[in-house]
């Protein structure tokens, strides 16, 4: 069976810092991984995926998320972060043998401070 | 529509009533999903439709739940005797392609909040 950690709940970092949300995976294949965003009071937004090639994916809004097969992670990253990055975000994964529905972690919310 | 149409936006209901949920997906969209957002439990799939038939309800939790889609397009989720446990905000999305590319982008509606009192 496939699955994600996002092993922290909540992240906080002051705006203009650079942030990183962790996120590690399982899955029986080869994965295809995705970030998803959700706004306050706004339904799930597609971020970015991972598919194949180069590990680093960069994605809407500044982001980008290393893909790292050794340690199966696929942590989202953003040089300098904004208030307005502030809201819940899930990764997911999801087996490219066919079909697989896509796993979403339990989600961590980014705090960015002014 | 522009995007994927979930209604009502808010539900509470008494323990042991039905409920039905709806979701339009976008126009053209071939696959549709279900997904249930609890406190500190994420996203929990449901069901998935390619079209009007749902090749995996593997993550239908009891028989009290239900799902059906007509005409290739609107879907509804039926939850039967309503628990307090099934209180959550329940989410569907669609994407154009047929749920098998790993390419796919799933496009999600704002969500049902369902309260069960």
């Known amino acids: 069976a496939q699955s994600v950690a996002q092993p922290e709940d909540q992240v906080n970092v002051a705006e203009g810092n650079p942030l990183t949300v962790k996120c590690t995976y399982s899955v029986s294949g080869n994965p295809y991984l995705f970030w998803y965003v959700q706004y306050p009071n706004r339904g799930l937004q597609f971020l970015l995926k991972y598919i194949t090639g180069d590990n680093l994916v960069k994605g809407s809004y500044g982001f980008e998320a290393e893909f790292n097969k050794s340690q199966t992670s696929f942590h989202l990253k953003k040089p300098s972060a904004l208030v307005s990055d502030s809201a819940l975000y899930f990764c997911a994964v999801r087996d490219n043998s066919g079909y697989s529905t896509l796993t979403f972690g339990k989600g961590t919310m980014l705090l960015v401070s002014p | 529509g522009a995007g994927v149409s979930q209604s009502p936006s808010n539900k509470v209901t008494e323990k042991g009533k039905d409920v039905e949920l709806r979701c339009d997906p976008i126009s053209g969209h071939t696959a549709l999903y279900w997904y249930r957002q609890s406190l500190g439990q994420g996203l929990e799939f449901l069901i998935y439709?390619?079209?009007?038939?749902?090749?995996?309800k593997s993550g239908l939790p009891s028989d009290r739940f239900s799902a059906e889609r007509t005409g290739g397009s609107v879907s509804t989720l039926t939850i039967q005797r309503t628990q307090q446990e099934d209180s959550a905000v329940y989410l569907c999305?669609?994407?154009?392609?047929?749920?098998?590319?790993?390419?796919?982008?799933?496009?999600f509606g704002s969500g049902t909040q369902l309260s069960v009192l």
């Open positions: 999305a669609s994407s154009p392609l047929a749920g098998t590319g790993p390419w796919e982008k799933l496009f």
């Open positions: 439709f390619q079209g009007n038939s749902a090749p995996d």
